[in-house]
């Protein structure tokens, strides 16, 4: 199959899925879950060539319920093969709700800067003679020589 009948028929796909379909993987081998979450589609204009993306998120299917697992698979036309073995078996509501999980703050300088005003830095900065060093007409700075010879 051409790369245009591809893009045809994963755009044909995609055309037909909503956000919050929940897809059946009938291919048992792959990694991505026998249940997926269509949790976003995004419209792609590369060039004049029109497709989209899709985000999957993995599901399991336990007492009635779907629960999440942490697969995520980002769909593209470079997929086209796993097309046949995803079938659209019902529709959910979900929320995305983004966590962050660790965050990197220096605590002292956090502290140092909630506790001080943005006004006393500005009216100290303007009593500071501003410096001017000496450099060379390569540009690299002038070194004085030792006055005790």
Same mark, same amino acid.
């Given at each position: 199959?051409?790369?245009?009948?591809?893009?045809?028929? %994963?755009?044909?796909?995609?055309?037909?899925?909503?956000?919050?379909?929940?897809?059946?993987?009938? $291919?048992?081998?792959?990694?991505?879950?026998?249940?997926?979450?269509? #949790?976003?589609?995004?419209?792609?204009?590369?060039?004049?060539?029109?497709?989209?993306?899709?985000?999957?998120?993995?599901?399991?299917?336990?007492?009635?319920?779907?629960?999440?697992?942490?697969?995520?698979?980002?769909?593209?036309?470079?997929?086209?093969?796993?097309?046949? +073995?995803?079938?659209?078996?019902? %529709?959910?509501? +979900?929320?995305?709700?983004?966590?962050?999980?660790?965050?990197?703050? !220096?605590?002292?300088? #956090? #502290?140092?800067?909630?506790?001080?005003?943005? !006004?006393?830095?500005?009216?100290?900065?303007?009593?500071?003679?501003?410096? !001017?060093?000496? %450099?060379?007409? $390569?540009?690299?700075?002038?070194?004085?020589?030792?006055?005790?010879?």
């Amino acid at each position: 199959m051409s790369s245009e009948g591809k893009i045809g028929t %994963y755009n044909s796909f995609c055309k037909e899925l909503m956000e919050g379909n929940i897809l059946y993987n009938i $291919d048992s081998t792959s990694q991505w879950g026998e249940y997926l979450l269509v #949790a976003n589609i995004t419209p792609v204009e590369v060039g004049n060539i029109k497709t989209y993306t899709v985000l999957l998120i993995g599901l399991r299917k336990e007492d009635g319920k779907y629960i999440p697992l942490n697969t995520r698979v980002s769909l593209n036309p470079k997929y086209t093969e796993c097309i046949p +073995f995803l079938k659209p078996i019902g %529709y959910c509501r +979900f929320t995305l709700l983004p966590t962050i999980e660790e965050v990197n703050v !220096h605590t002292g300088l #956090a #502290a140092i800067y909630g506790s001080t005003d943005l !006004h006393k830095y500005t009216t100290n900065l303007s009593i500071r003679k501003p410096r !001017h060093g000496r %450099y060379d007409k $390569d540009g690299k700075p002038v070194l004085k020589k030792p006055g005790n010879k």
